[in-house]
């Protein structure tokens, strides 16, 4: 195998544990949201959310973006007139984004605010996977046709 093998493989699999920490986080603040006057309740959902965020969303985001970078400094002239690149690297960001926008409500819903309502996050809950979705087809499809 080589270095490329390997740091696609690792894109890969950071990938997948962002996606499904992505689509967990949302999901654990409506609980806490939803459950907002029992303390037992409240307690867990905000320990929980700050681990699969502290453990797995934060480092897999990280990874993410560090093996793809590897990726792209391993081949830049492919993937620089790539445009299917630049179109994943726009969704990407757009994720990155959202994760951080993700994080901040969070921690606010943590301190006894409710930025927004349940209905909201749950909505948001189905935009990761959608541009995770575009992405691959980006990656997978369009380089064949393109």
Do not use: C
Not at 68 to 88: C, E, I, M, R, T
Request: without cysteine.
């Amino acid at each position: 195998m080589s270095v490329f093998d390997w740091l696609r493989a690792g894109h890969i699999v950071a990938m997948i544990a962002w996606m499904a920490a992505m689509l967990m986080y949302p999901r654990l603040l409506v609980y806490r949201l939803e459950g907002a006057g029992n303390g037992g309740l409240e307690a867990a959902m905000d320990a929980g959310a700050a681990r699969l965020r502290r453990l797995i969303m934060t480092p897999s985001l990280l990874l993410t973006w560090l093996f793809g970078l590897g990726l792209v400094g391993h081949n830049w002239d492919y993937y620089q007139s790539a445009p299917w690149f630049w179109g994943k690297i726009v969704l990407v960001i757009a994720l990155s984004a959202m994760h951080g926008y993700l994080v901040s409500i969070g921690r606010k819903v943590a301190a006894g605010e409710r930025p927004v309502e349940p209905k909201t996050l749950r909505m948001m809950n189905e935009l990761p996977f959608v541009i995770a979705i575009l992405a691959v087809i980006l990656v997978v499809v369009e380089p064949r046709f393109g």
